[in-house]
């Protein structure tokens, strides 16, 4: 559930801490006074796009920061897998994992334009903070009600009214592979000179890679000996100075050593305490032997071969145009080869490959049909207990005598299936029911919305959902209705409710109350105005302005 929604300098507000408790929560004030502005807050939050004039007046910089708690039970459901799946996403997005269960989200932006993001305190990219408000708040507006007249959209609310989801899932992952045997199907099916071509140049391809013989290291291996080879004059030149100031030159580091040593073994005999100096000597003079052994061994394995350093700097020339060609590094390099030559392989094979491809298409054609007719079955059968359930729940609405149905009909097969679906709603008796877009209020269309979240409150994962002024055009007894469904709705999910009415407020358990203070007689008249949310009784912790 949501927790916590802090908000700095975004609109009206100041600075706002909201405290929101399980259940359903209520926001009521008076047009004007600002409720809109947690929705905004919240929209920022999932990842909406920012504006500079959300920023306070004075200000230059907003934030929001919103934290979901998933240790608190706000509802009956279990949000494991929710939170598997959550885990899973901020795992392969590099984000830290939630701690005891809490959620953090933070959105900032600032007059100059800069807009950061970050997910349990680590950045992130406005995508990825959207992705995760979508798994955790369904917004309800007087604008977002569009999705229920999207098709593919209905196809997902019968589906998930009938948990048909593995069902779909698994036909959607058939039709995903038999694609991509038609992709390769068709990349077989050529013009023979187009054929020949391809032939030609995978077996140049193949041919000239296999004869390169390219090893995973080689490249460092043959830099180095190239180097050395080419600077083979003046290493060896190098060398042997240092071998003469270190042995055989007259006044050589060693003779000079042999005269110290003397001198010190002199020094030894007249004082025995200088025993240590000859002993420092004696180290001295093996780490100069070694030095000198070193050299030599380095010195004798200069080669001054042209021949050699001429086939290095084929070996090389050859490298760099390979990776021209076919990949930036050694291992690219070969990956295409073993590619081409399976590509080589299955055109050389042309006719035996499309046989095999066309049996696999066939076979999976037939699975096709087999599970999506299944799914289909599945389908029709829910539709009838779905459109009652609606209907009862419209009914309780204010719809006395609607009539709420659904139409599935044959279409082209698409990872949902063989169907195509249509939401049909005729608010008045004896009007023949139409599609949904076609006939439907913005009114109309929220208690259609609420009666399916009614419906559906058992198998939706998302936890917070969110109603701003749903209940436009309502009135009554049915405003009662509109109450108490989202109060149905709270057994198992966090509500959060905007409202002007009454009747819709007084079933919720913790209560807000949105008063804009510079309409109040002691704000100063060039005072920007103030916001803020003060709970009613169940108490809450009060916001600041």
């Not at 193949?206 to 290291?217: C, G, K």
Request: glycine share 6%.
């Amino acid at each position: 559930m949501l927790t916590t929604l802090r908000i700095k300098n975004l609109a009206l507000v100041t600075d706002l801490t909201l405290e929101l408790q399980p259940g359903c929560n209520v926001v009521t004030g008076e047009t004007g006074a600002g409720k809109s502005i947690i929705i905004g807050a919240l929209n920022l939050v999932l990842g909406e796009r920012a504006d500079r004039s959300f920023i306070r007046s004075g200000e230059e910089s907003c934030s929001v920061e919103a934290v979901f708690d998933f240790g608190v039970q706000a509802s009956a459901c279990s949000s494991g897998t929710l939170k598997r799946e959550l885990q899973r996403f901020l795992d392969e997005n590099g984000l830290e994992p939630c701690e005891e269960d809490r959620l953090v989200l933070k959105r900032t932006f600032t007059a100059a334009g800069a807009n950061r993001q970050f997910i349990n305190g680590s950045p992130t990219t406005l995508a990825a903070l959207a992705s995760v408000g979508e798994w955790l708040v369904d917004m309800h507006g007087p604008h977002d009600h569009q999705s229920l007249l999207n098709p593919a959209k209905q196809l997902l609310i019968l589906d998930a009214y009938g948990r048909l989801e593995k069902e779909r899932e698994a036909f959607g992952e058939l039709v995903r592979r038999r694609a991509a045997l038609e992709n390769e199907k068709s990349a077989l099916i050529v013009d023979e000179k187009t054929y020949a071509q391809q032939l030609d140049l995978l077996r140049f391809q193949v041919q000239e890679i296999s004869a390169a013989r390219l090893q995973p290291d080689e490249e460092i291996a043959v830099e180095e000996e190239f180097n050395r080879a080419s600077n083979s004059a003046k290493l060896l030149q190098l060398s042997q100075a240092a071998l003469d100031s270190l042995s055989e030159s007259e006044n050589s580091l060693l003779t000079r050593a042999g005269a110290i040593g003397r001198s010190l073994q002199e020094l030894q005999r007249v004082d025995s305490g200088a025993a240590n100096l000859v002993e420092l000597h004696s180290q001295a003079v093996s780490a100069l032997r070694d030095l000198q052994a070193e050299l030599s061994r380095y010195a004798e394995k200069i080669s001054l071969d042209p021949a050699r350093l001429a086939e290095l700097e084929e070996r090389l020339d050859l490298i760099h145009s390979l990776k021209r060609k076919y990949g930036a590094t050694i291992d690219e390099i070969n990956a295409f080869g073993a590619e081409a030559k399976k590509k080589l392989q299955s055109l050389e094979s042309r006719d035996e490959e499309l046989g095999r491809l066309n049996a696999e298409l066939q076979k999976l054609d037939a699975e096709i049909k087999k599970i999506g007719q299944s799914l289909s079955a599945k389908r029709k059968k829910l539709i009838p207990q779905l459109s009652k359930a609606v209907s009862k729940q419209l009914e309780d609405l204010g719809f006395k005598q609607s009539k709420f149905d659904i139409t599935l009909a044959l279409a082209e097969i698409s990872s949902s299936g063989l169907d195509a679906i249509e939401f049909q709603f005729a608010p008045n008796p004896g009007e023949p029911a139409k599609p949904l877009r076609a006939i439907a209020s913005s009114g109309e269309m929220a208690r259609v919305m609420l009666a399916l979240k009614t419906v559906l409150a058992a198998e939706d994962e998302i936890p917070v959902l969110v109603f701003d002024e749903v209940d436009a055009n309502v009135g009554g007894e049915t405003a009662n209705a509109v109450g108490e469904k989202m109060n149905q709705i709270a057994a198992r999910r966090q509500v959060l409710c905007i409202t002007h009415l009454p009747q819709v407020a007084a079933p919720a358990g913790a209560h807000y109350v949105v008063t804009n203070s510079s309409a109040k007689k002691t704000a100063s008249p060039n005072s920007p105005a103030c916001w803020a949310a003060k709970p009613t009784p169940p108490a809450n912790t009060p916001g600041r302005c």
